[in-house]
């Protein structure tokens, strides 16, 4: 038995890494340390953190070898984690040296896409855009823009999904209260009253317990060039149109109190 594991162990592990590989995969980059260290360092950090880590390992690894191995098959075995920790670790150089060539990319993929939403109302091509430019790098700004699109063409599982993601890159409290913009536009787009009024409320209370005047400064123009939108009631327009402004507090002082005792 020892004999076959000498020969075919790494054979062995490379078929289960294979079977198990794409859920292994989903499970890293779905758990919420991944993300906040995804997120909160740029990709040369994240290279030079992972080394160090992943030389720790091997290094610790190594020296188990040499210190518990069975007399006679330390070579072996050091072997094997050499050849393991080689394919690994050009695995890895691999993938950062393509993250960073697509980062190169980035700033141009953004570009096109904010011409197609902004300037354009091509929901449709502004979100392969945008999807490819938040597989390169996530930022809140270009997240919330596709978020929109998501919206303006009613495509909620992928809302969803990236109402998720965008709390972890938020930077301050200009951040939250587009998120709740952007919580608010899925009962506005289904004319859902009660919840869209929650929304009202939650912002209303967030607003209050900052104690101090921020504004959202996000435009609400590109919304209300989609076709959902210009087809929704004139009730739940006019509704609504009170909350954008009192995020980007271009409300009258008369008028953000009204709204406000309305949804405290």
Request: charged share 25%.
């Amino acid at each position: 038995m020892e004999e076959f594991l000498k020969e075919y162990g790494a054979v062995i592990l490379g078929i289960i890494f294979g079977l198990f590989a794409d859920n292994i995969y989903n499970f890293i980059r779905t758990s919420s340390p991944w993300k906040k260290f995804k997120h909160h360092f740029s990709t040369s950090e994240q290279y030079w953190r992972i080394t160090t880590f992943f030389s720790i390992i091997t290094v610790s690894s190594a020296l188990a070898i040499i210190f518990y191995s069975p007399e006679g098959t330390v070579m072996n075995n050091l072997s094997f984690l050499v050849q393991l920790a080689t394919l690994v670790f050009g695995l890895y150089v691999g993938y950062f040296a393509f993250k960073q060539m697509n980062l190169g990319r980035y700033e141009s993929i953004v570009s096109s896409a904010k011409q197609l939403f902004v300037n354009g109302g091509d929901f449709k091509r502004a979100i392969k855009e945008y999807e490819l430019a938040s597989s390169i790098k996530l930022t809140f700004g270009t997240g919330a823009e596709q978020t929109e699109c998501y919206v303006c063409l009613s495509e909620w599982a992928k809302y969803d999904r990236m109402m998720d993601r965008l709390p972890h890159v938020k930077v301050d409290h200009r951040d939250d209260l587009i998120l709740f913009y952007l919580k608010a536009l899925e009962p506005l787009f289904k004319e859902e009253l009660g919840r869209l009024k929650e929304v009202f409320r939650q912002t209303v209370t967030f607003k209050k317990s900052i104690k101090k005047s921020i504004a959202a400064g996000w435009s609400s123009a590109e919304i209300k060039k989609s076709e959902v939108y210009e087809n929704l009631s004139n009730e739940i327009k006019t509704l609504v149109e009170p909350f954008f402004k009192y995020i980007n507090n271009q409300l009258s002082e008369s008028e953000k109190q009204t709204f406000e005792e309305t949804y405290s």
